[in-house]
């Protein structure tokens, strides 16, 4: 029963048609959404990626096309040849962008049929993952799914455009190379040729794009895939993408303006305005007003409430006065049972030392000014939540401290961090009674449907969304160069050895890495971390003193990076770059909750393609060929 497509074809897209094309002869092609069978009439919606259309099949007109109709099944793949004509008055669905019109069809085709599958495009909210992603060509027709994926493209679109306007060359560099580390395991690809020997996938263009610095390029950039063996969790996948670049003789406020560029660039294309210069945030200053290192700006942060309290008082109340004292806020919560208070309890870290009070009212009992004092450093309504954290001295933390005046030591960082944490807790499971999230989710949907709305009319400027406090952008800068691992005993790098330290810390590099702040910077959003950067090391000397400082040997250095130390000796610039995770800005415009949302071919939780089947094991041929035996038993 299946027709050709024979010469036909498509005149109109389904979403674009609107009353002012009645009277034309419209051809449409696509599947189709739902059947609606009223006898002598059968109504099609038929979809394409554009929208639906309805698709009217007359027995009397189209005796023919009617008798297929009633064959015809959701999903199946039609062409409908006819006039478009405006819809009576009382049918007319305001709903539908394409509401007013419908099809007199006087040819129907039907191009294929189709399997059953497990759930329809035409749903609106799937719950099975697993059977999604196993039939992720049909769950990709879904519209969510389409509009996912065409704001993708916009966006992505945008930040080309602007990071070629701000003078950026596109280039690509190789997947099949050698470990670049970004504190990941890699990817290892045997080589077939070289018996034994391995390329590695990058975590990232990073060694690339700072040679082609050395190459005079001068600014470059990439939409670079990047593959890092990691667990995975719901914003992080094996294989993302990242908008990479790297600039010649940048100061920190070169690589700012160049991103704030692209990054409202791409905010734009999803319909939504944000406000530059972004703000900016050293991170001791972050840890000590969000406990966190990308801060989320649209709740409250943390007040220092030290001064509320007595030296008795935190004697009596057992709080280590040497350390953090400070309240946490979530507006709004309302009053809450005791029970519903240690519900939330197992969600505080005190592994490292940080103890919380969260019963003010007790404590008001016994330390009234104290709590006055607490409600009024931190402005809290009584409808608010309130956490005083503090530093616990029954648990007392090995962790080091910087000799540097004025900075954070590790000891403090625990006690904002467990607060930090809390707070974004809180924050999560009280989103219905504060309603800062809504407002972002509001934002998104008001967006989308001006652009779902402005796609078939025409692209022209549409009204921005003011973004102003459903995203907030948030540079930090100044982390320290080293953290330490306590159970292996020694410095690690925070970030990529080849991250540039403060100049005026590079004479304690050896010495107390502990005080040595990094040349780098992360750019936060919604406490999402969308992407991190650094001023680089170019000078050879100083690129082996770090790596001498990591505990990495001259010949361990020189085998995984001698390439690159090689090159430093030619000439290399100042130079310095950041990347972004794609990924991540998509997911935050299209209000999506998980990265698979905006990935058309993800990995599950448990990094398998449900999809293709992999990973896969392969017939013994193919390895002997790559000279690899595996241990494990078929
Ligand atoms: N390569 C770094 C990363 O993937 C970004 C950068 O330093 O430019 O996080």
Request: with cysteine; proline share 6%.
């Amino acid at each position: 029963m299946l027709d050709f497509l024979g010469n036909l074809e498509r005149t109109h897209m389904c979403g674009e048609l609107r009353a002012s094309d009645a009277g034309k002869t419209v051809v449409l092609m696509g599947w189709v959404n739902r059947r609606r069978d009223h006898g002598n009439l059968i109504f099609l919606d038929v979809r394409d990626r554009t929208g639906f259309a309805q698709v009217v099949l007359d027995k009397e007109l189209v005796p023919e096309g009617h008798a297929k109709g009633e064959q015809i099944r959701p999903e199946y793949v039609i062409a409908a040849v006819g006039r478009l004509r405006l819809r009576s008055k009382d049918a007319i669905n305001p709903k539908m962008p394409t509401g007013e019109v419908e099809l007199e069809t006087t040819q129907l085709l039907v191009l294929n049929d189709t399997k059953l599958a497990p759930f329809s495009p035409a749903d609106d909210a799937i719950q099975n993952e697993e059977v999604r992603l196993k039939y992720r060509y049909v769950d990709l027709r879904r519209a969510d799914m389409q509009r996912n994926f065409r704001l993708r493209h916009e966006i992505t679109l945008a930040i080309r455009e602007s990071l070629s306007q701000d003078g950026f060359l596109e280039i690509e560099t190789p997947i099949l190379t050698k470990s670049t580390p970004e504190g990941a395991r890699d990817f290892l690809v045997p080589s077939r040729v070289h018996a034994g020997e391995f390329y590695a996938l990058p975590q990232s263009p990073q060694i690339f794009k700072q040679i082609l610095m050395i190459s005079g390029f001068d600014r470059y950039f990439q939409i670079a895939r990047c593959f890092r063996d990691e667990d995975l969790r719901a914003d992080r996948q094996l294989e993302f993408t990242q908008v990479d670049l790297e600039m010649s003789f940048p100061r920190q406020d070169s690589v700012f303006a160049v991103v704030e560029d692209f990054l409202t660039a791409g905010f734009k294309a999803a319909g939504i305005s944000l406000p530059k210069p972004f703000p900016r945030i050293t991170y001791d200053d972050a840890m000590r007003q969000y406990g966190s290192d990308k801060p989320d700006l649209r709740l409250p942060g943390l007040t220092d409430v030290r001064s509320a309290f007595t030296d008795a008082d935190l004697e009596s109340l057992r709080i280590d006065p040497a350390l953090p004292v400070i309240a946490l806020r979530i507006p709004n919560v309302g009053e809450l049972s005791r029970k519903e208070r240690e519900d939330s309890h197992p969600l505080f870290d005190t592994s490292k030392g940080a103890k919380f009070i969260d019963d003010l009212k007790r404590l008001a009992k016994t330390f009234p000014a104290a709590v006055e004092q607490v409600k009024k450093l931190t402005n809290a309504d009584d409808p608010d939540f309130l956490v005083i954290v503090s530093g616990d001295p029954a648990h007392h933390i090995q962790a080091s401290d910087t000799k540097f005046p004025g900075r954070l030591s590790e000891r403090e960082i625990n006690v904002y961090l467990a607060a930090g944490n809390y707070r974004v807790e809180l924050a999560k499971k009280y989103a219905a009674k504060h309603g800062a999230f809504a407002i972002t989710d509001e934002v998104v949907a008001r967006a989308a449907s001006n652009s779902e709305s402005a796609q078939s009319v025409d692209k022209t400027e549409h009204a921005l969304i003011d973004g102003s406090r459903a995203f907030q952008p948030i540079w930090v800068t100044d982390f320290p160069m080293f953290e330490y691992d306590a159970e292996k005993k020694h410095w690690e790098p925070a970030h990529h050895p080849f991250t540039s330290p403060h100049e005026a810390d590079m004479a304690n590099l050896l010495t107390d890495p502990a005080s040595v702040r990094a040349n780098c910077y992360d750019i936060a959003m919604n406490g999402l971390e969308l992407g991190s950067g650094s001023i680089r090391i170019h000078r050879q000397d100083i690129q082996k003193q770090i790596f001498q400082s990591l505990g990495i040997t001259d010949e361990e250095a020189k085998a995984r990076f001698g390439f690159f130390l090689d090159a430093l000796e030619y000439g290399t610039p100042p130079h310095g770059g950041i990347a972004l995770g794609l990924d991540r800005i998509v997911m935050l415009l299209t209000g999506a909750s998980s990265l698979r949302e905006v990935i058309a071919f993800p990995k599950t939780a448990k990094a398998i393609d449900l999809m293709v089947d992999a990973p896969t094991t392969v017939p013994e041929r193919q390895l002997k060929e790559l000279h690899i035996r595996t241990t494990l038993k078929s």
